[in-house]
T-cell receptor
């Protein structure tokens, strides 16, 4: 079956570093996305990994290991505005989702940043 | 400004009534999607469309219907057959011609049915 696991909640301190893990078991793999979602708002795209390794984008980095079915999102120099839910999503090319496939989302990790 | 609009932001309906949620995009994206988000749950795909006049059921299509008469528009109807319609509904779109095909989301419609 399709399964994406993330911790439900995490707490970190302003200025610190936090790592949010995501493990997945899907019938296929065609990329992994991380989205940020503030409460009551739309998810916004943060990062994309399709090959193994680290992708860095400012304060945010994302890592992928396809052999382990594992990814993490690393947030550095945490700010209060980083308090949000972080959604891990895997694109599965299987089924009839077209050549690119549809996204399968995890339940999200709610991050609280404290002063 | 390019983007996706959903209206209204909050919608209240009585049980037994059908209701249509609007989604419009001016990003010239081919694909559009409807998701439902419940507390403690991930986003679940209701319907998607990759081309005008064609759409496909997602994982939880029962009790919902859609149309795609124009590239820009993908309205979702929540019918009275949907057993638990109260939720946050998100519309998204993506290009299918180049790039990583990330999905862009609208601001969402929070539907409450009593």
């Amino acid at each position: 079956g399709q399964n994406i696991d993330q911790p439900t909640e995490m707490t970190a301190t302003e200025g610190a570093i936090v790592q949010i893990n995501c493990t997945y078991q899907t019938s296929g793999f065609n990329g992994l996305f991380w989205y940020q979602q503030h409460a009551g708002e739309a998810p916004t795209f943060l990062s994309y990994n399709v090959l193994d390794g680290l992708e860095e984008k400012g304060r945010f980095s994302s890592f992928l290991s396809r052999s382990k079915g594992y990814s993490y999102l690393l947030l550095k120099e945490l700010q209060m505005k980083d308090s949000a839910s972080y959604l891990c999503a895997v694109r599965d090319p299987g089924g009839d989702g077209g050549s690119q496939g549809n996204l399968i989302f995890g339940k999200g990790t709610k991050l609280s940043v404290k002063p | 400004d390019g983007g996706i609009t959903q209206s209204p932001k909050y919608l209240f309906r009585k049980e037994g009534q059908n209701v249509t949620l609007s989604c419009e995009q001016n990003l010239n994206h081919d694909a559009m999607y409807w998701y439902r988000q419940d507390p403690g749950q991930g986003l679940r795909l209701i319907y998607y469309s990759q081309i005008v006049n064609d759409f496909q059921k997602g994982d939880i299509a029962e009790g919902y219907s859609v149309s795609r008469e124009k590239k820009e528009s993908f309205p979702l109807t929540v019918t009275s057959a949907q057993k638990n319609p109260t939720a946050f509904y998100l519309c998204a779109s993506s290009s299918l011609s180049g790039g990583i095909y990330e999905q862009y989301f609208g601001p969402g419609t929070r539907l409450t049915v009593t």
